[in-house]
Nanobody
Framework: QVQIVESGGGLVQPGGSLRLSCAASGLTLDSYAIGWVRQAPGKEREGVSCISISDGSTFYADSVKGRFTISRDNAKNTVYLQMNSLKPEDTAVYYC???????????????WGQGTQVTVSS
């Protein structure tokens, strides 16, 4: 049974940083892509970033490019999203989701975690 567990969300001031973690179990991590999709109140769901576990290729939404960095630790079956220079518009629930590949406008067509809240506010 696949289990996806996110952690690392919280409240941070504009300009601050957070690191989200996504721990995956029950799947062959080496053959999947893992990514982050966020949902803000009143807004459409947005694919933020993803990484291919096999070759490390990545995708970043234009809204986060240059500020967010995704990385993986295959030994720990964990993917991280380092978020720097956070803005109020980054406020959302961030979901970790799997897919067969990493691609633009990532939507995570596999398994999803329960989500972690990120709030950027002064």
């Amino acid at each position: 049974q696949v289990q996806i567990v996110e952690s690392g969300g919280g409240l941070v001031q504009p300009g601050g940083s957070l690191r989200l973690s996504c721990a995956a179990s029950g799947l062959t991590l080496d053959s999947y892509a893992i990514g982050w999709v966020r949902q803000a109140p009143g807004k459409e769901r947005e694919g933020v970033s993803c990484i291919s576990i096999s070759d490390g290729s990545t995708f970043y939404a234009d809204s986060v490019k240059g500020r967010f960095t995704i990385s993986r630790d295959n030994a720990k079956n964990t993917v991280y999203l380092q978020m720097n220079s956070l803005k109020p518009e980054d406020t959302a629930v961030y979901y970790c989701a799997t897919d067969s590949d990493c691609y633009s406008d990532y939507s995570g067509r596999g398994d999803w975690g329960q989500g972690t809240q990120v709030t950027v506010s002064s």
